[in-house]
């Protein structure tokens, strides 16, 4: 890559070589989880309840189909559950299966790993700070977005 001359381009670009990275530990760490999907799981976890999936699709920031086909696919692998809101049928509630709890726990230590390893080249300072800075950014940037 030719090095980026602004930061935007820099974090997009830090993002989509950690979600290839991601990505690529899983699969040979055989997880059978994109990136995606494990932060789908992740999500559901850390809620400990059926969420709404249109709660899901403002967490991923992704577009109703997209997040649809997700959550098929991970039903299809049985880690998930799907089932109309009793409260109101126009809405679909998406949990965790036992076996998704399971797939979690397993895969949260790979992922850890992978954050040290994105971080490697920094002293634990240097991390320190990159992390203050990040979410300076991202504070600001959902901000932005949000006031719109």
């Known amino acids: 890559m030719s090095e ?23 699969r040979e760490a055989g997880y059978d989880v994109t990136p995606v999907q494990s932060h789908t799981l992740g999500y559901l976890f850390c809620c400990g309840r059926e969420v709404n999936q249109r709660d899901l699709e403002r967490e991923l920031r992704l577009k109703p189909s997209t997040v649809n086909g997700i959550v098929s696919r991970l039903e299809e692998k049985e880690l998930i559950s799907r089932r109309a809101s009793p409260d109101d049928g126009r809405f679909r509630l998406v949990g965790l299966t036992e076996a998704g709890r399971n797939k979690v726990l397993e895969f949260r230590a790979a992922l850890g790993e992978t954050d040290r390893w994105f971080a490697a080249a920094l002293s634990p300072e240097e991390r320190k700070q990159l992390c203050r800075l990040l979410s300076r950014v991202i504070t600001n940037l959902e901000n932005e977005v949000n006031a719109t």
């Open 4 to 26: 980026p001359q602004d930061l935007g381009r820099m974090i997009g670009y830090c993002g989509h070589l950690c979600r290839l990275y991601t990505d690529k530990y899983l």
